[in-house]
């Protein structure tokens, strides 16, 4: 199975700050990476995938960058809306592995 | 839009099957390149893909809990539905169903509202 690893487990950043999670496969997936969103008590919703490409709706401050086993998820300008949990997931392999997840939270 | 619900017991014994029915609307799963997964999430812990049932009835499960999942699809009804077997208190948690599109990559697009379920004798 490909693990993947999210760092750090959790976060504190204030409004306007400019964020970056990192997500690394224990092997190579090529792009084959997405990033959720979740709110508390909400589904997760889709940021970006594969790694880089935005989702249809998603504000332009999430971006994403990464190939080959290091991602990272970047948030510009943090918005009070955006205090959530993040996952990645890889669907290189047919495990679609997620992340453990990363807490962003009010500093 | 597509839209999709999750809809089955929110409570089952330890031993029994759990069976969960994934109601959707917005695409049909007739339809090249369309597929829909399930999901699970404890209560405070992360994400755990379970399985996933494309449009040519390709069907892909979790390599740890593969002996437990069937995945279905019924699709005159719009409707897939995933059973696990042999239930555990550890399979608490709520069950999401998701869209997915594939076209080299598969997408989990749209979400299900989530359905929790509680083992518990």
């Known amino acids: 199975d490909i693990q993947m690893t999210q760092s750090p487990s959790s976060l504190s950043a204030s409004v306007g700050d400019r964020v970056t999670i990192t997500c690394r496969a224990s092997q190579t997936i090529s792009n084959y990476l997405s990033w959720f969103q979740q709110k508390p008590g909400k589904a997760p919703k889709l940021l970006i995938h594969a790694a880089s490409s935005l989702q249809s709706g998603v504000p332009s401050r999430f971006s994403g960058s990464g190939s080959g086993t290091d991602f990272t998820l970047t948030i510009s300008s943090l918005q009070p809306e955006d205090f959530a949990t993040y996952y990645c997931?890889?669907?290189?392999?047919?495990?679609?592995?997620f992340g453990q997840g990363t807490k962003l939270e009010i500093k | 839009q597509i839209t999709l619900k999750e809809s089955g017991p929110t409570l089952v014994k330890p031993t029994q099957t759990l069976t969960l029915t994934c109601t959707f609307s917005?695409?049909?799963?007739?339809?090249?390149?369309?597929?829909v997964g399930w999901i699970r999430q404890p209560p405070g812990k992360a994400l755990e893909w379970l399985a996933l049932l494309f449009w040519d009835d390709d069907k892909r499960y979790s390599p740890s809990l593969n002996n437990r999942l069937t995945i279905t699809k019924d699709t005159s009804k719009n409707q897939v539905v995933l059973t696990m077997t042999n239930m555990d208190p550890v399979d608490t948690a709520t069950y999401y169903c998701a869209h997915t599109l594939t076209s080299g990559i598969d997408l989990f697009d749209y979400w299900g509202q989530g359905a929790l379920v509680t083992v518990s004798s």
């Open positions: 997931q890889q669907s290189y392999s047919t495990s679609y592995t």
């Open positions: 917005g695409f049909s799963l007739s339809t090249s390149g369309e597929g």
